[in-house]
């Protein structure tokens, strides 16, 4: 389903990677516990170098975050795609599914993606179209 974003900063921990480098993604999300992240957080997609096989910046935080790295999640039309099962699995087998749809990729933007982690503990993502 297509929707409306409006812009948000979320502020929180860093990196530059790629699809390939689990093991950095791995340690950052290994950082989550530490950061005091209450309520609903995200995981944003951003400055990809090309599209989802090229480096990219991923962030983890929240609106309300006192952390120095920032990154901003554009206001747009962005896909939603709920994740069938709220699991780091889960997550990856919906992602999996997104590299897959021919269709999908063919709209995508590559402007700002995003991980919603509701306070519900369902997981939606969102990708710029």
Do not use: C
């Amino acid at each position: 389903m297509t929707i409306q974003l409006t812009e948000k900063t979320i502020k929180g921990k860093k990196i530059r990677t790629n699809n390939a480098r689990l093991d950095e993604i791995i340690a950052l999300w290994s950082n989550v516990p530490g950061m005091d992240l209450e309520g609903e957080f995200f995981a944003v997609y951003s400055n990809y170098e090309s599209n989802f096989k090229g480096d990219y910046d991923l962030l983890i935080g929240n609106e309300q975050g006192v952390f120095l790295d920032q990154s901003v999640i554009y206001a747009g039309t962005y896909e939603e795609i709920p994740v069938a099962v709220s699991s780091p699995e889960g997550v990856g087998e919906a992602w999996q599914k997104i590299w897959q749809d021919k269709d999908l990729e063919s709209r995508r933007t590559y402007l700002s993606d995003v991980e919603h982690y509701k306070k519900d503990g369902t997981i939606t993502i969102y990708l710029s179209v």
